[in-house]
Structures are given as C-alpha cells and as structure tokens.
C-alpha cells in the first residue's frame, strides 16, 4: 500500500496546493478491476489498462515479491508506451517488469538493495547500481527500496514544475526535498567471514583488532607467513575480495558503527579506522555511501549526546 500510496500522495499534493491543478493520478489494473494490496485491504476504484494510452507518466510502483517474469501483455503496454513518449517510472520492485520490457538494455537502474543481484540476472544488458537512491534518464526512472518512491517522485516534481514546487511539497509532507547518499548507507553489514585456512582466518581477526594500524598487504602476507603473491590469491579464493579491498571495506565498517554510537569527532573515528588524515577519510566516505561523515551520524546517531 505504502508504494501506491507514494505517487498518490506526491502527485496529489501538487493538485492539492494548486501548484500545478492539471496533475491527476489514477491507480489501473490489468483488467480494471480491485486489487487486494500485500497488506489485505482492497482498492476498488481502479481503471483498466486503457488510461494507460493517455499518461504522461506510467508508474510501476512494485511487483511480486517472488519477482515473477511479466506476461507479455503488461510488458507490450510498457514498450507501446514509451514508444508513444509516455515517461516510465519503475519504483522499487517496479524495475523488474520496467527492465523486461527492454527499455533499460544498456543504461543503469536500481532498485531496493536486496533484490540488485536477482535483477541483474534478470536483465544481463541492464547496469545495475545497487547504491542510488534513484536513476533517471529522461524518458525512463528506477528508485531503490521503499522509502525510496517518495525521493524519486519529488524528483520528478522538481524536473517539470522546478524546485520551489517540490519543497512546497516536501514541507507539505513533511520530508526532505532531496536526500544526500544512496541506499549503501541502509544495507546490513555482514558478520565477519569465517573461512576454512586458520592461517588467513588469524589475519583477518588480527586485522579487526587492528584497523588503526596501516596493514599493508605484505605485512600481512609476512604474518600468515606466506608470499605476498600467494596470501593475495589465497585471500580472495576464499572471501572473494582482494586483501586490500578487505581491509577498507572493515575499516568503512568500523568507521559507521563508530559514527552512529559514539560522539566522537570525524577526526578521532578517522583515526581510530586507520586513515592518514581526516580528508582521506571524508573522501573515502564519501566515496562508499555518497554522503560524508557528518551526514551520516545525523542520519544514523544512536543515542549519542
């Protein structure tokens, strides 16, 4: 409910406010009649796929949660659509069947962060971006999970009414007009890697104790006493990353949970997680959740005085 509801509330705000009072929405189905929403209620004012012919812009709010292949006669209205100039917009889960029809062969797309890689099987001529929280070439838009739909219908606000209506709609409804970083910033971290060779599995514990310290790969290597050449290849036969991207990945790691559970200034985290220098850091950061560290902790603080 709460991804039909987004557009509705976005673009009937719009209405609503009299920013722009030729916006109307309405909710269609395959065959115009109710639909019992994942959560049990059922909407009843529905229109069949004929409204579809007058869009301006075709919204896929979401799809199965067994992420099922389209049938052929919503992937037909998807492409005819489009040809015709429609805008089409995959919100969440609504990539899939956006992504069936062909029309994001070549370009990026993103949708809710658990789901990137089932889509890249799913379309192999689609780049997936696992971190956005929204992706708009012009005549096509994907957003990421949930949340996500509000972020990508104010965009579109913002692109044909400007960006005073859209912070006219986002104080309306109380949000943000525009959100800093990508859904990086909401995916779980994984539990530490428990691997087979206790000799790598030492190092990689040792390191985790040691981030502040500059674990370069050869000093590693010397301490599972091994050639660097072959602790490299070892390392990522068995966690499928190189030694290196290992290391910043769990100093990044340690540098968010720090972030969100301490006061402790960006300089300290810094160099606590092993960074040379504040401006390393940010840029690392940065890099990594599309946000910098500041950011974040307003985002993410727990309980932090």
């Known amino acids: 409910m709460f991804h039909v509801a987004s557009p509705l509330a976005v673009f009937g705000e719009v209405a609503r406010l009299g920013?722009?009072?030729?916006?109307?929405?309405?909710?269609?189905?395959h065959d115009g009649l109710p639909v019992r929403t994942a959560e049990g209620p059922i909407l009843s004012d529905v229109a069949g796929p004929e409204v579809v012919e007058q869009a301006d812009l075709l919204v896929l709010?979401?799809?199965?949660a067994d992420l099922r292949t389209p049938e052929?006669?919503?992937v037909g209205l998807i492409q005819s659509a489009h040809i015709r100039?429609?805008?089409?917009a995959g919100l969440c889960l609504g990539a899939f069947p956006v992504a069936a029809?062909?029309?994001?062969?070549?370009?990026?797309?993103?949708?809710?962060?658990r789901c990137a890689d089932q889509l890249q099987v799913a379309a192999p001529r689609v780049d997936v971006d696992p971190d956005a929280l929204y992706l708009d070439h012009g005549d096509v838009m994907t957003s990421a999970g949930t949340a996500s739909a509000l972020d990508a219908c104010l965009?579109?606000?913002?692109?044909?009414?400007?960006?005073?209506?859209?912070?006219?709609?986002?104080?309306?409804?109380?949000i943000a007009p525009h959100r800093d970083g990508g859904q990086a910033q909401y995916i779980e971290r994984p539990l530490p890697v428990d691997v087979s060779d206790d000799a790598i599995q030492g190092v990689m514990n040792w390191a985790l104790a040691n981030l502040d310290q500059p674990l370069a790969v050869a000093d590693l290597a010397a301490r599972a006493r091994m050639s660097t050449r072959n602790f490299t290849r070892k390392?990522?036969?068995?966690?499928?990353?190189?030694?290196?991207?290992?290391?910043?990945?769990?100093?990044?790691?340690?540098?968010?949970?720090l972030l969100e559970t301490t006061s402790w200034t960006v300089e300290r985290v810094a160099r606590t997680c092993g960074y040379g220098s504040p401006v390393t850091f940010r840029q690392s950061f940065l890099a990594a959740y599309g946000t910098p560290p500041s950011a974040?902790?307003?985002h993410f603080t727990n309980g932090v005085d």
Not at 61 to 64: A, D, E, Y
Not at 235 to 257: H, M, N, Y
């Open 19 to 29: 920013i722009a009072s030729d916006w109307q929405t309405q909710v269609w189905s």
């Open 85 to 88: 100039g429609t805008e089409i």
């Open 155 to 174: 965009h579109l606000v913002r692109k044909h009414l400007g960006a005073d209506a859209a912070t006219k709609v986002a104080r309306q409804l109380v």
């Open 296 to 298: 974040y902790r307003k």
């Open 101 to 113: 029809a062909g029309i994001l062969d070549g370009r990026s797309a993103v949708t809710h962060w």
């Open 72 to 74: 052929e006669p919503l």
């Open 61 to 64: 709010p979401s799809w199965h």
């Open 235 to 257: 390392f990522r036969e068995l966690t499928g990353a190189t030694p290196a991207q290992w290391v910043t990945e769990k100093r990044l790691d340690e540098s968010r949970r």
